[in-house]
């Protein structure tokens, strides 16, 4: 089973400021890599596929990139709406596995 | 447009087997390259990966529950059903349906809440 690892667990940033949140796969899931973004009392909702794609809707301040095993989703200046827990997960294996979470809070 | 919506007990007992059902419209799952997934989330945790069933009637799961669930699809009622024997309080979580191209989930349903306590 891969394991994706998520850093940091909380991410304390200001409105307007740039997130970086990291995702870690245990062993190459090539690019196919989700992220998804979860509002207390809501269901998740898919931002990143490929890697890099952003899903239909998503605002373009959203962006992803991979090296390796390495992924990274950069949300370039932090709206109010913004403030969630990031989840990344790799379709490339069985089973589908998702990483513990990034909480972005405001600072 | 595409919808999911989860159904089923909001409680069930110990050992009991839970059922749900996941009911959606906007697609066909008879469709190449489609499926529907179940993921859960226990209260104030991360979510983990349960099941996904495809158009062609491939099914995986997760190892670790591999013995305790069944997924099922029923394509004229556009439902898919997620059965989860011998229930235990650590299954408390809300257990949401996925619409799972082979790209990734890229709609959910709303979620259904689900304890299990005598």
């Known amino acids: 089973e891969i394991v994706m690892t998520q850093s940091p667990a909380t991410l304390s940033v200001s409105p307007g400021e740039r997130a970086t949140l990291s995702c870690r796969a245990s062993?190459?899931?090539?690019?196919?890599l989700a992220w998804y973004q979860q509002k207390p009392g809501q269901a998740p909702r898919l931002l990143i596929y490929g890697a890099s794609t952003r899903a239909t809707g998503i605002p373009a301040r959203f962006s992803g990139s991979a090296s390796g095993t390495e992924f990274t989703l950069t949300i370039s200046s932090l709206q109010s709406e913004d403030f969630a827990v990031y989840y990344c997960q790799q379709y490339n294996n069985w089973p589908r596995t998702f990483g513990q979470g990034t909480k972005v809070e405001i600072k | 447009q595409i919808t999911l919506k989860e159904s089923g007990p909001t409680l069930v007992k110990p050992t009991q087997t839970l059922t749900l059902t996941c009911t959606f419209s906007g697609f066909s799952l008879s469709t190449s390259g489609v499926g529907v997934g179940w993921i859960r989330q226990p209260p104030g945790k991360a979510l983990e990966w349960l099941a996904l069933i495809y158009w062609d009637d491939d099914n995986r799961y997760s190892p670790s529950l591999k013995s305790r669930l069944t997924i099922t699809k029923d394509t004229s009622k556009n439902q898919v059903v997620l059965t989860m024997t011998n229930m235990d309080p650590v299954d408390t979580a809300t257990y949401y349906c996925?619409?799972?191209?082979?790209?990734?989930?890229?709609?959910w349903g709303q979620g259904t809440t689900v304890t299990v306590s005598s």
């Open positions: 062993q190459s899931v090539s690019s196919n």
């Open positions: 996925a619409h799972s191209p082979l790209w990734g989930m890229d709609v």
